[in-house]
């Protein structure tokens, strides 16, 4: 064998070593960003092929390494080294939980097994096998979660039984469960501020919903001295609502509103609804149950149990006289006459609609209204949830956690208030809509096409029919613009001509990095 030739292996070599590392831990990060769940990341793997693109120099560098000989080695070491540029940003964004820690080692054994058969009993020179192996790398990761299920398995039970014997030590524990299509977040920040007026409050921060989550966070931070727990509960399926209830025993329940959310695994509305209500069955006897009545598909449900309804129409609870300028402020009114002016730091009236919600719970829990309405100007939205930041440069709206057609249309209606600025929006589009996807954006677009003075979206998909939308309502094409990334996006907002305006831009939704 000649110099170069050893050369040329040793580089394929080092190549489908970096390649693997480096793909095994961006394909963890898509399955981590996919809850660990095998059906989600089988329907992400085969319906964003794009995003499989990670293997497709492994590919290359496998034909490579087989059809050109020596110089296919080079070439292929060369192409697999270029891959890794596939997994930028992945070492950082990935969590090293446990879980992930246990994967990786599984996932380089499995990987050494698949190399060494392929050269030991297909008669693959070791280089070339490991460069086609890295091909397999997807698959390999989740063949590994299959085979670290018993160890997940057990450390899941037993920190599941762990948070549930730390719960059980304060039985004065007041859990209130918050659950809904959207709105749960925020209903969870404003719940506990006010609760906070009384109580010891313990709160999940951000959008900590998940089962393990909580579990999490109640073997880290629960206390005796505790005397409320507000839980958020997130669900992509039906029964994940009732697997928190089972672990937190919720006293009281609030359900924010039941929609078109992550029906690409929920499929149908009534799933959602039935999920969402799993929270309301699971209450305590005794407990209250708070629901949106401006929410139809709630109203429909003909809950059996005792239940409050708040909202800005006719429910037990309500808002009435309701200004924006642009925050909101209006008079709540309660089931027994009782009412009182409140004024707050808040955009949106999908946030009196929350608020409202809050005061009702909290006034069952004993804070006094008058309490409430001193302390409602210090209330804050939740991050990246209609926050307003005045800046030299323009007034920016940052809506990026919203993900759903209500609340995209009610932050549109929020910059429409900003008469004398030039109105801008920038986002990516809405996600996991299942068939209705399209539909939603195409509103979306056509909405925007009638408020805004520049729109810039982020990606191909699915901005393309809001883009469409915009042009159906007349929008004018040299201030559509249509960019690859966030930073692109601010680069045309840098220049976007505001015709010596002050600039408000709105930035709706977040592009998910799995898309």
């Known amino acids: 064998m000649s110099w170069f030739e050893i050369v040329s292996l040793a580089f394929l070599a080092v190549g489908a070593l970096v390649f693997t590392a480096a793909a095994t831990i961006w394909h963890l990060y898509m399955f981590q960003l996919n809850h660990y769940i095998h059906a ?11 995003n499989l693109r990670s293997v497709i120099p492994a590919l290359i560098a496998g034909a490579l390494a087989v059809r050109l000989g020596r110089y296919g080695a080079l070439a292929a070491g060369a192409a697999l080294l270029l891959g890794v540029l596939t997994a930028r940003g992945a070492f950082r964004k990935l969590k090293y939980t446990r879980r992930v820690k246990y994967l990786i080692a599984t996932s380089v054994v499995v990987e050494a097994v698949v190399v060494w058969i392929m050269v030991d009993g297909c008669y693959w020179n070791w280089p070339e096998a490991a460069a ?144 969402k209500f799993e929270l309301a069955e699971a209450a305590q006897p005794g407990g209250m149950v708070f629901l949106n009545g401006d929410n139809a598909a709630i109203r429909e449900y003909g809950l059996k149990r005792e239940h409050l309804y708040y909202g800005i129409g006719e429910n037990d609870w309500r808002a009435e006289e309701v200004e924006e300028t642009p925050f909101v402020s209006f008079t709540v009114r309660g089931p027994a006459g009782e009412s009182a002016r409140i004024a707050t730091k808040l955009l949106g009236r999908h946030n009196v609609l929350n608020l409202v919600g809050a005061i009702a719970v909290a006034h069952h829990l004993g804070v006094p209204l008058d309490a409430i309405a001193a302390h409602a100007p210090k209330i804050q939205a939740p991050s990246k949830r209609l926050t307003l930041a005045e ?33 801008i929006l920038i986002t990516p589009g809405m996600f996991e809509l ?61 220049k976007f001509d505001a015709g010596g305006r002050r600039k408000a831009v709105l930035f709706e939704n977040n592009l998910p990095d799995n898309h």
């Open 40 to 50: 989600d990341h089988w329907r992400w793997m085969f319906h964003n092929l794009r």
């Open 132 to 275: 086609l192996g890295c091909a397999l790398i997807p698959w390999i990761v989740m063949l590994s979660d299959w085979l670290d299920w018993p160890i997940e398995h057990g450390y899941r039970a037993y920190y599941i039984r762990d948070a549930k014997k730390l719960l059980a030590r304060n039985p004065d524990l007041i859990v209130v469960g918050v659950t809904g299509s959207y709105g749960k977040t925020s209903m969870k920040y404003f719940l506990s501020s006010l609760l906070g007026l009384k109580y010891n409050v313990l709160m999940p921060p951000g959008s900590c919903n998940t089962p393990m989550g909580i579990v999490k966070f109640v073997r880290e931070n629960i206390t005796l001295a505790h005397e409320v727990f507000v839980c958020e509960m997130g669900a992509r399926r039906v029964g994940e609502i009732k697997e928190i209830c089972d672990l937190v025993d919720p006293r009281h329940a609030v359900i924010t509103a039941v929609g078109e959310q992550h029906l690409e695994t929920f499929k149908t509305l009534e799933n959602v609804r039935r999920t």
């Open 391 to 423: 800046l030299p440069e323009g007034t920016y709206i940052d809506d990026a956690f919203n993900s759903n057609p209500e609340g995209c249309l009610e932050a549109l209606h929020i910059l429409s208030l900003f008469k004398d600025c030039c109105r």
């Open 434 to 494: 299942g068939a209705k996807q399209y539909e939603y954006n195409r509103d979306f677009g056509e909405a925007a096409g009638k408020v805004c003075d520049g729109i810039i979206l982020i990606g191909e998909e699915p901005s393309r029919p809001i883009a469409e939308g915009a042009r159906a309502a007349g929008f004018p094409e040299d201030k559509l613009f249509v960019v690859r990334d966030l930073a692109a996006a601010k680069e045309i907002l840098a």
